[in-house]
């Protein structure tokens, strides 16, 4: 059974600065994808990064480019979001997404393209 589990998260300022971190187990990373997604209050769940382990590529919506970086930890299974210059409205539940295939980049901002999920977490931006 494929599990992830999220840390990290929070609330700061806007402008502040935040992480988060997701375990991945009963997978290995090889040729796997992973991302985050967020759902604001009222909103559905939507792409924000994603990191295509098959091409060692990352890919972001327009909204967060220059201000938040994904990063893999292929030793430790993890999955990293650096959250930098934080506006009012990041703040959501964000959850990390796992999917054993080699995604193409339009499948990348579909939820339905992962199988597994982490719990959530949620970042707030008090402005």
């Known amino acids: 059974q494929v599990e992830l589990v999220q840390s990290g998260g929070g609330s700061v300022q806007t402008g502040g600065s935040l992480g988060l971190s997701c375990v991945v187990s009963g997978r290995t990373f090889s040729s796997s994808t992973v991302a985050w997604f967020r759902q604001a209050p009222g909103k559905e769940r939507r792409f924000v990064a994603g990191y295509r382990g098959a091409h060692r590529s990352t890919h972001y919506t327009d909204s967060v480019k220059g201000r938040f970086a994904i990063s893999r930890d292929n030793a430790k299974n993890m999955v990293y979001l650096q959250m930098n210059s934080l506006k009012p409205e990041d703040t959501a539940v964000y959850f990390c997404?796992?999917?054993?295939?080699?995604?193409?980049?339009?499948?990348?901002?579909?939820?339905?393209?992962?199988?597994?999920w982490g719990q959530g977490t949620q970042v707030t931006d008090s402005s």
């Open positions: 997404a796992s999917s054993r295939s080699s995604l193409i980049i339009s499948q990348l901002t579909r939820d339905e393209a992962y199988d597994s």
